[in-house]
Every structure is written in C-alpha cells, then in structure tokens.
C-alpha cells in the first residue's frame, strides 16, 4: 500500500515587492492581475489548513502539480523553496513547475533550479531532455513521473508546452516502467489532454501526450492548473487511465472556482490489478476546516 498526497496551483502570497526593472513587460500585466483579482482568491490561511491537514494524514508522499508562485519575480522562487522545505523533506516531495512559474522567461539557475531537490530524479531510465525532465522517483512499486510543462508564454496566454524530446522520453519511461510492472503516476501542471482547456490556456501539445498515454498506457495522471475538480479517463492498449485535476490549494470559496482542495491517492496491488482509492478533502468556508467526501476507487483494469 502507497498513499499519495496531491496538492497543485499554491499561488502562494502575499506577492513580495520586486526592483522596478522586474516589471517589465508582462510582470506587470501580472502585478495589476494579483492585485485587482488574484489576492482576493489565493489565501495564506485556507492554505495553510490545506496542508496541516494533509499533513495529518501521515501520506509516504506529496505531489505539488505547479503553479507555486505567480509573477516568478526572484523573491517568490526564494519564498517557494521555503515552502517546499516546510512541506517536507525532498525525498519525499516532488514538484513539477507550471505557467506561473515561468511566467517570464527567468534562467534555470536563477529560478526553478532553487527547487531542484524536489525534482531530481532517483532512478535514471532515459536521459533527461529539458533540464532535469522528465524525472522518475521510485517508491516500492510506484514510480512518480515528473514532467515540466512551463514555458514562458506570450501575454495574456497560460499555455504550456512539453516539446518532442520530452514526449519522446516520456513514451520510452512509460513503456519500460510497464515492462518492470510499476504502477505509472505522472506528474503534469496543464490538463494532459485536448479540449479539456481554453486553447489560449491550454497545452499545445495535448494531442501527442494523448497518443503516447493511448499507446503505453499511465496508471495515473495528476494535474492542476484550471483549478477545478477534474476527472477523466482514457482508455489505452493497456488499461484504463484515470486523470485527475484538482482546485487551487490556497482558493477561497464564494469566487467562480471551487474552494481549495487536496486529494489522497491509496495505491494498492491486489489480484493482479493496481486499485487507487482517493479521497477527496475539501476547504468548507463556514467552519472553516477541512471536510472529506465520500471517497471513490479506480480501477486501472
Ligand atoms: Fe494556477
Ligand atoms: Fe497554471
């Protein structure tokens, strides 16, 4: 039995104060978006009973699907290692990067590269084709898929785009990790597949994830970005596909999005079959705490 916790779209706050110089551009489109409308949706304190109560749940381990930050300005990346050490030690908490984490185009080592530990690799299968994407994580009989769909995108667009080597890197893990029969969850910031975005949001290349999903299969794909519960599933010439979508994990109730929630996957093997259960935790605004709903399973058959 593994028990993974999902939380994605943090947007943590409050936005820190730049130089005047990091505002250029499309940060500052970013800056009047956080503060006529964003600030009123991303909540430090609805966050912070998101992840106490997750972190109750003892999990063996959390995915966070991205969007940690929102105008990627220096201070934020610092902001969001701390973060992500609060949360848990690396080892036990991977990370894939969203749009707002590129929001503009910042160099590696002077951004994402900070949270570097949080997406490393421990079981190397394919070269790494776009920094250290794709990376696999093995935990028993799981291996966690981590891919980075953030790229710096044209003004108000929140595309993403996984790009040809990465999709190619990605099939040849997803088939060797089948072939040593481990139960595939992939990490993903945008909704996998076509249609399930506004095409200024969405991913440019859903269509080529979708075929590499339909031919070797992935037992799981997790993802955040619409800030929605989202539930799909894909048949593949291996198996059902179940993918998943959750709501921001800071979002406030009464706005035009679900309130904040967190999900916790139960992996089991059992007659030859992988069975997920999943539980879903939500933020109730009137008694301010977290409250479960009726958990449901999937079956990967
Ligand atoms: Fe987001
Ligand atoms: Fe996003």
Redesign the pocket.
């Known amino acids: 039995m593994f028990r993974l916790a999902h939380l994605s779209?943090v947007h943590l706050s409050p936005l820190p104060w730049g130089g005047i110089g990091d505002y250029m551009g499309k940060r500052m489109i970013g800056l009047l978006s956080w503060h006529l409308r964003r600030r009123k949706v991303h909540k430090t304190h609805i966050l912070a009973k998101i992840v106490a109560d997750m972190k109750a749940a003892q999990a063996d381990h959390v995915a966070v699907t991205?969007?940690l930050v929102n105008i990627a300005l220096p201070a934020e990346f610092a902001h969001g290692q701390r973060w992500l050490d609060e949360l848990g030690a690396a080892q036990t908490v991977s990370f894939v990067p969203?749009?707002?984490d590129a929001y503009v185009d910042v160099a590696w080592q002077d951004g994402l590269a900070g949270w570097q530990d949080y997406m490393t690799g421990d079981l190397q299968l394919v070269p790494a084709t776009q920094n250290c994407f794709p990376y696999v994580r093995q935990r028993r009989n799981i291996a966690l898929i981590g891919v980075s769909t953030a790229v710096p995108a044209a003004l108000h667009r929140?595309s993403g785009t996984l790009g040809a080597e990465q999709l190619a890197a990605l099939k040849k893990l997803l088939e060797i990790l089948r072939e040593r029969g481990f139960c595939r969850i992939v990490m993903i910031?945008?909704p996998p597949l076509p249609g399930q975005c506004v095409t200024r949001?969405a991913l440019t290349d859903a269509g080529d994830l979708k075929s590499v999903l339909e031919t070797e299969g992935a037992e799981l794909v997790l993802h955040?970005?619409n800030h929605m519960h989202m539930r799909e599933t894909l048949q593949t010439r291996h198996g059902k596909s179940h993918i998943i979508g959750i709501p921001s994990a800071s979002a406030a109730p009464g706005e035009h999005k679900p309130a904040a929630a967190w999900y916790l996957y139960t992996v089991r093997r059992q007659e030859k079959r992988w069975q997920i259960e999943v539980e879903v935790r939500n933020y109730d605004g009137s008694s301010d705490t977290i409250m479960p709903e009726t958990p449901f399973k999937l079956d990967c058959g």
């Open positions: 779209d991205g969007d969203g749009n707002h929140a910031h945008h949001k955040g970005h």
